[in-house]
């Protein structure tokens, strides 16, 4: 489905029914991602989740836009579907969206799961490297992008020996256009460092990390457990930085564990 917000077509799924649950996907990927956990969690809940601006089907804008941009369009979109509080579960530039969320609109947050992100902001040597693949994008395209992220994204194990999910994460990052991704890379280079943001997280809050994750690694999901109070932490085994798409069972179960244990009747 589509819906216009903020001037932008944003594409997204919503099914089931129950307690609201709101994913937000990677960067360089789209909503797809979050196919085994739609299956599962809209068994008992209402699952939504949408293409961010410049990803997969939602428009793709051909100006500046930041993860306070992203924030707005989840604000709009979440009106328009009439949904007041949710749980929020981000992995990586989803969780930096959730941070700009957060800064704005943390009455709406029920329950916050943070997956393979981290709070601070770039450094001086992130920010040149995103400059250096914005100017890839720029000139040789997705297909480019694609090749500097696999490493990044999937594990050794699951590069080598899982072909369908190294595929599946190709084209979708090949769906995507190069002015999305480019954007995406400035509003990345530009966003603020949520470390300050963490003590003030009041709503229980699950951080789960892949052990093998080189993007964000562990030390940085410990890093944020231990300043949210009362979060919990989940390392999951032999899984890189999609750890939702390499080990959906432990991730689901580490997310359903979590949402039974905060749920409003326990
Ligand atoms: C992501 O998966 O969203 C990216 O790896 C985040 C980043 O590049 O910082």
Same mark, same amino acid.
């Given at each position: 489905?589509?819906?216009?917000?903020?001037?932008?077509?944003?594409?997204?799924?919503?099914?089931?029914?129950g307690?609201?649950?709101?994913?937000?996907?990677?960067?360089? &990927?789209?909503?797809?991602?979050?196919?085994?956990?739609?299956?599962?969690?809209?068994?008992?809940?209402?699952?939504?989740?949408?293409?961010?601006?410049?990803?997969?089907?939602?428009?793709?804008?051909?100006?500046?836009?930041?993860?306070?941009?992203?924030?707005?369009?989840?604000?709009?979109?979440?009106?328009?579907?009439?949904?007041?509080?949710?749980?929020?579960?981000?992995?990586?530039?989803?969780?930096y969206?959730?941070?700009?969320?957060?800064?704005?609109?943390?009455?709406?947050?029920?329950?916050?799961?943070?997956?393979?992100?981290?709070?601070?902001?770039?450094?001086?040597?992130?920010k040149?490297?995103?400059?250096?693949?914005?100017?890839?994008?720029?000139?040789?395209?997705?297909?480019?992008?694609?090749?500097?992220?696999?490493?990044k994204?999937?594990?050794?194990?699951?590069?080598?020996?899982?072909?369908?999910?190294?595929?599946?994460?190709?084209?979708?990052?090949l769906?995507?256009?190069?002015?999305?991704?480019?954007?995406?890379?400035?509003?990345?280079?530009?966003?603020?460092?949520?470390?300050?943001? &963490?003590?003030?997280?009041?709503?229980?809050? &699950?951080?789960?990390?892949?052990?093998?994750?080189?993007?964000?690694?562990?030390?940085?999901?410990?890093?944020?457990?231990?300043?949210?109070?009362?979060?919990?932490?989940?390392?999951?085994?032999?899984?890189?930085h999609?750890?939702?798409?390499?080990?959906?069972?432990?991730?689901?179960?580490?997310?359903?564990?979590?949402?039974?244990?905060?749920?409003?009747?326990?």
């Amino acid at each position: 489905m589509k819906t216009n917000i903020n001037g932008i077509n944003i594409s997204y799924t919503d099914q089931g029914q129950g307690d609201p649950l709101i994913f937000i996907h990677a960067f360089p &990927l789209s909503s797809t991602m979050w196919k085994p956990q739609i299956k599962e969690f809209s068994k008992n809940y209402r699952v939504t989740a949408f293409d961010l601006r410049g990803h997969g089907d939602s428009d793709a804008p051909l100006w500046n836009f930041t993860l306070d941009d992203f924030a707005a369009d989840l604000h709009g979109l979440l009106r328009h579907l009439g949904i007041a509080q949710a749980t929020f579960v981000g992995l990586s530039m989803g969780g930096y969206t959730l941070f700009a969320f957060l800064r704005k609109y943390p009455e709406l947050v029920t329950k916050l799961v943070l997956a393979d992100t981290r709070a601070q902001a770039d450094t001086d040597e992130g920010k040149a490297g995103r400059f250096t693949m914005a100017q890839v994008a720029y000139r040789e395209g997705p297909p480019a992008i694609a090749d500097m992220m696999m490493p990044k994204l999937l594990s050794p194990a699951s590069l080598e020996n899982r072909k369908d999910l190294v595929e599946q994460v190709r084209s979708s990052i090949l769906k995507n256009q190069a002015s999305g991704i480019i954007v995406d890379l400035m509003a990345m280079a530009q966003r603020p460092d949520s470390t300050p943001l &963490l003590s003030t997280i009041s709503c229980p809050t &699950l951080v789960i990390v892949g052990e093998d994750d080189v993007a964000t690694p562990p030390a940085e999901a410990q890093y944020m457990a231990d300043r949210i109070s009362g979060s919990h932490l989940v390392t999951i085994p032999q899984a890189g930085h999609l750890t939702n798409l390499e080990q959906p069972e432990k991730f689901n179960g580490a997310l359903k564990s979590f949402l039974e244990k905060h749920s409003v009747s326990a």
